[in-house]
Antibody
Framework: EVQLQESGPGLVKPSQSLSLTCSVT????????WGWIRKFPGNKMEWMGY???????SYNPSLKSRISITRDTSKNQFFLQLNSVTTEDTATYYC??????????????WGQGVMVTVSS | DIQMTQSPASLSASLEEIVTITCQAS??????LAWYQQKPGKSPQLLIY???SLADGVPSRFSGSRSGTQYSLKISRLQVEDIGIYYC?????????FGAGTKLELK
């Protein structure tokens, strides 16, 4: 069974970088696509970006200058880095598999989420 | 970005009642629409993909439909375990965008 688990600090200071790890078991990240999604207080969800089986990336333009998604295939992990964070980046961050099933893309397996607060 | 207008924002319904949630896309997205359920304290779970296809393991009381650029999620007989927040998501055009969510409660 595919399982994903996020890890990283729950508190980040403004202007610093947020770094999260998604560890995947039961499936190789060298197949399909792997994404990050965040949910803000108040329930708004935002697609942040993904890294593909080949290592190519796609980012939400609203974040493009601050976001980086990378991977370590030897550990079957992928990573999120978000630079210059502000309090508006306070959210629960999820990693998920972005799967092209029946020709349509959707997130079929999700991590449990990690709550990140940006505060001094 | 494609806007997904989801309604209602909240909904209170009785057990066994029929519940319908809708999402209106700001432009044509074809069948590139998914629905997710998020129970309290849990991560989102895929319910429907391709606008109408039921995800593996999802009860048959859930169904999705499309009429033009309006998409609907129907729960035929509401159960206690259906309580949570429901989201639509379009993947037709990057960036993917989500509806604002519908909070479903028991009456």
């Amino acid at each position: 069974e595919v399982q994903l688990q996020e890890s990283g600090p729950g508190l980040v200071k403004p202007s610093q970088s947020l770094s999260l790890t998604c560890s995947v078991t039961g499936y190789s990240i060298t197949s399909n696509y792997w994404g990050w999604i965040r949910k803000f207080p108040g329930n708004k969800m935002e697609w942040m970006g993904y890294i593909s089986y080949s290592g190519s990336t796609s980012y939400n333009p609203s974040l493009k200058s601050r976001i980086s998604i990378t991977r370590d295939t030897s550990k079957n992990q992928f990573f999120l880095q978000l630079n210059s964070v502000t309090t508006e980046d306070t959210a629960t961050y999820y990693c998920a598999r972005y799967y092209p099933g029946a020709g349509y893309y959707y997130f079929d397996y999700w991590g449990q989420g990690v709550m990140v607060t940006v505060s001094s | 970005d494609i806007q997904m207008t989801q309604s209602p924002a909240s909904l209170s319904a009785s057990l066994e009642e029929i519940v319908t949630i809708t999402c209106q896309a700001s432009q044509d997205i074809g069948n590139w629409l998914a629905w997710y359920q998020q129970k309290p304290g849990k991560s989102p779970q895929l319910l429907i993909y391709g606008a109408t296809s039921l995800a593996d393991g999802v009860p048959s009381r859930f169904s999705g439909s499309r009429s033009g650029t309006q998409y609907s999620l129907k729960i035929s007989r509401l159960q206690v375990e259906d309580i949570g927040i429901y989201y639509c998501q379009q993947a037709s055009s990057a960036p993917d965008t989500f509806g604002a969510g519908t909070k479903l409660e028991l009456k």
